[in-house]
């Protein structure tokens, strides 16, 4: 069976500020639970962000060591604000590209957390 690819969105409109005080949460339509996998593990080959305004630190964490090999802290990007041109931009930044990949398995559920 070919491999199928899986594009889901999640979002905060205004961030509170602080560390790791806010979570994204899936737009609507979307999930951010991995869906049942016929062989229970899947990949994130890809993953892209933007803030608009600031510089954002991103924690992916899920509670699988599996997954993100450290459940507390998880998997960190930094996205600046003025690269390429200043703040108030609108478009992503490569977080996870190949041939770099992030495991997860049928029934996680990822965590975004914002700073």
Do not use: C
Not at 13 to 42: E, K, M, V
Not at 56 to 85: C, K
């Amino acid at each position: 069976m070919p491999r199928a690819v899986v594009l889901n969105s999640a979002s905060k409109a205004s961030t509170t500020g602080g560390t790791f005080a806010d979570t994204l949460t899936a737009n609507s339509g979307d999930t951010l639970t991995i869906p049942n996998l016929q062989s229970g593990q899947g990949k994130i080959v890809s993953m892209w962000g933007i803030d608009s305004a600031s510089v954002a630190e991103i924690a992916l964490t899920d509670g699988r060591v599996e997954s993100v090999h450290d459940p507390q802290y998880g998997v960190r990007f930094n996205l600046p604000a003025t690269a390429g041109g200043g703040a108030g931009k609108n478009y992503a930044l490569p977080m996870v590209t190949p041939p770099n990949e992030i495991d997860v398995f049928t029934g996680d559920t990822l965590a975004f957390t914002v700073t």
